[in-house]
């Protein structure tokens, strides 16, 4: 199974650049496509999707947030942060069967 | 608008047998590719299965670990997904959520879970 590594925590300042990483063992490209997702949870409620292949936004996502990178290094940028933002963020690779998920980065504020 | 709704969790006990429903509305069920993912309690979220649709001959994948003991189906007629659990463990205390998309196997929809207890 393909490993996503995430850092547990990340503190932000309102207004400022929130800069999320994930990294796979193994590279999740194919065929100009990186097979790479992100979601968005908040406490008590279930994950939304925010970007899927790599850098599209999904239906109803505010421009502040946007992904990229190719093969085993990925990004999740929100900028600028808002209070809302403050939620753990999954990514997820769909390039081989199971589909995986990172641990999640939880986001607070400074 | 969108909605998944699953239903059928609780608590029960080792070695028994759970089955979960989703009823869903809102979007292209018949063309959907439709899932079961758990989160634990310490929040790891973990992908168990997914059935294609009629154009794919409903072709149905697991996790390894789950293989043989979970079973997914669905229901056109109904737009609702199932998922069968045989001989439950402790470590398959979670939220099982329900999730739909339309291939490259990310997660377009949610429903809001449903909780599962396996304990004695």
Known sequence: DIVLTQSPALAVSLGQRATISCKTNQ????????????????????????????????????????????????TLTIDPVEADDTATYYCQQSRNLPPTFGGGTKLELK | EVQLVETGGGLVQPGNSLKLSCATSGFTFSTAWMNWIRQ?????????????????????????????????????????????????????????????????????????????????
């Not at chain 1, 970007?51 to 109803?60: E, F, H």
């Not at chain 2, 997914?50 to 979970?70: A, C, H, P, T, W």
């Not at chain 2, 959520?97 to 879970?113: I, K, P």
């Open chain 1, 27 to 74: 590279n999740v490209d194919y065929y100009g496509n990186s097979y790479m997702h992100w979601y968005q949870q908040k406490p008590g409620q279930q994950p939304k999707l925010l970007i899927y292949l790599a850098s599209n936004l999904a239906s109803g996502i505010p421009a502040r947030f946007s992904g990229r990178g190719s093969g085993t290094d990925f």
């Open chain 2, 40 to 120: 634990t309690p310490g929040k790891r979220l973990e992908w168990l299965a997914q059935i294609e649709d009629k154009s794919n001959n409903y072709f149905i994948s697991y996790l390894e670990s789950v293989k043989g003991r979970f079973t997914i189906s669905r229901d056109d007629s109904k737009s609702s997904v199932y998922l069968q659990m045989n001989n439950l463990k402790e470590e398959d205390t979670a939220i099982y959520y329900c999730t739909g998309g339309y291939g490259y196997n990310y997660f377009d929809y949610w429903g809001q879970g449903v909780m599962v207890t396996v304990s004695s």
